[in-house]
């Protein structure tokens, strides 16, 4: 039997699983990432040898390793432009340095497209042609298939699905523009409105499921909130769900995709978040398409990267199989 690897690599933790092709994990680890370029390449090295020598399985029998990594990725040269969580990480041939250490063909994405490539070949987008992927956490990230293969971009930049703009008189994004998406869906801001709202006075049991402490308020807090019936927490999620399904409904306009997958934290929020995204996308969008379009939770959860990274791994050795067959 042929593996893969697949290699998450995160600004908080770096996973690393053996996959069969049919991207069941078979072994997995996981360690805090290092703070520095050199120690997480050595890391990278030595959390895929971990793996290898836990499961008995030789080089040999692996097909490759797939890696995936935020930020911009020249997929092409397998080189990590950027990534603010390590320092000195600029321009990182990690393709390059990998192959050379372990010995194996490597192939580097960004993570976000790798989700999205794992949720299409095992997860929510299975049977799916066209889809398109979201993520919300502490940013929005977004990846798209096209015709069953990852769309990436004239410059390899597509699927910045959260510097969409909601508001062209919106507040500043890091990315430089004004009014983006991220800048009111992201975690970080649904926790802002609730802590504003209650300190300008607004009664919510959210005080209370945090022991007055607001510094405590999350996402996760807001859900319980809403659920128990709390007026402030279920108008979050709807201006939450409402922002989301008006940029969505752009999406659908723009591609016609059959599916359009939702993971990240701030997605476990379940119906309270995907009520106002369906009924704002259909209220929105072009009917013949909104109609047609199913918008549902990831199923791969926190294992998404990894399964996705071990997917691109299968998905260009048969690129370069069709292309020298045997």
């Not at 990590?80 to 994405?109: A, S």
């Not at 502490?138 to 930049?157: A, H, M």
């Not at 993971?263 to 476990?268: I, K, L, S, T, Y």
Request: hydrophobic share 40%.
């Amino acid at each position: 039997m042929q593996h893969l690897i697949g290699v998450d690599l995160g600004g908080t933790n770096l996973k690393v699983a053996l996959l069969d092709k049919k991207g069941e994990i078979r072994k997995k680890t996981s360690v805090l990432t290092a703070r520095g370029k050199q120690a997480v390449l050595q890391q990278i090295i030595e959390s895929i040898e971990k793996v290898l020598e836990k499961t008995g399985v030789k080089k040999s029998a692996v097909l490759g390793i797939g890696i995936g990594t935020p930020g911009l990725v020249d997929n092409i040269h397998g080189i990590v432009r950027g990534f603010t969580n390590i320092k000195g990480w600029r321009n990182v041939p990690l393709k390059e340095y990998v192959e050379r250490e372990i010995k194996l063909p490597v192939y580097v994405d960004n993570d976000v497209n790798l989700m999205t490539l794992g949720e299409l070949m095992c997860g929510a987008g299975r049977g799916a042609k066209n889809i398109v992927c979201l993520t919300l956490g502490t940013g929005v990230g977004g990846g798209i298939v096209i015709e069953g293969n990852l769309y990436r971009g004239s410059t390899l930049s597509a699927g910045e699905i959260g510097h969409v703009s909601v508001n062209a008189d919106g507040p500043r994004c890091i990315c430089g523009s004004y009014g983006c998406l991220e800048r009111y869906v992201g975690n970080a801001y649904i926790v802002k409105k609730a802590v504003e709202a209650i300190e300008g006075g607004r009664r919510s049991i959210i005080k209370k499921l945090v022991e007055g402490d607001l510094k405590a308020v999350t996402p996760r807090v807001i859900s319980r909130a809403a659920r128990q019936g709390d007026r402030l927490a279920g108008e979050i999620w709807e201006e939450t769900g409402r922002y989301i399904g008006i940029v969505l409904s752009g999406v659908v306009n723009l591609l016609d995709p059959e599916i359009i997958v939702i993971g990240g934290g701030v997605a476990q929020a379940g119906r309270l978040l995907f009520e106002p995204i369906r009924k704002t996308v259909k209220e929105r969008a072009m009917s013949i398409p909104a109609r047609k379009v199913k918008i549902v939770p990831a199923k791969l959860g926190k294992d998404a990267g990894l399964i996705g990274a071990g997917m691109l791994v299968k998905v260009e050795a048969n690129k370069i199989s069709s292309l020298h067959p045997a």
